[in-house]
């Protein structure tokens, strides 16, 4: 469930994610491998900078980013400020997951 | 579906492996998030060298490797070649998927 004021902030700032159950998902394609382990790594850093860590699945030209925070048992403002950061350096996602 | 010799030598040299339907996946476990990345930048070397691109999941304090042939619809002995590699660098998977 995500509350209505980070609803519609997602909404606003991050339409390009999806809500999936407790998860806010972002999903880029690459046009290789290493370009989407350069873009994981790129996401790991904004992670550890902001001590809030992602799921992250990649492969041959796409990766996902699956974020929720443990804590809270549901999507919270950490998660969406995490997703703004990812959207800064790589764009909004580009694919629906 | 795996065939009988692929089969065996994954039950030979990747015991800590699992097969699941055409994947070849193997998890680990790690102190934090800064480790899975690294982990998954080195398994990422080696697919390059390979030219053979696995699945990669990760967040904290885990790595996951899914591994299979998309042109052959399979298992080969390029997802064995691949896994064996992992295992060398990573030692064998600690953590059924």
């Known amino acids: 469930m995500v509350d209505g004021v980070l609803a519609a902030r997602i909404a606003a700032e991050l339409p390009a994610w999806t809500v999936a159950g ?3 998902v972002g999903r880029w394609r690459f046009p290789d ?3 989407a ?3 994981a790594v790129h996401v790991g850093a904004l992670a550890e900078r902001a001590d809030h860590h992602p799921e992250l699945r990649l492969g041959w030209g796409f990766l996902e980013v699956r ?3 443990h804590s809270a048992g549901a999507l919270t403002s950490r998660d969406a400020d995490l997703a703004a950061a990812a959207q800064a350096v790589l764009g ?3 694919q629906a997951p």
């Open 22 to 24: 407790e998860e806010l």
């Open 92 to 94: 909004a996602p580009r």
């Open 33 to 35: 491998f290493a370009s």
């Open 37 to 39: 382990i350069a873009a």
């Open 67 to 69: 974020l929720t925070t």
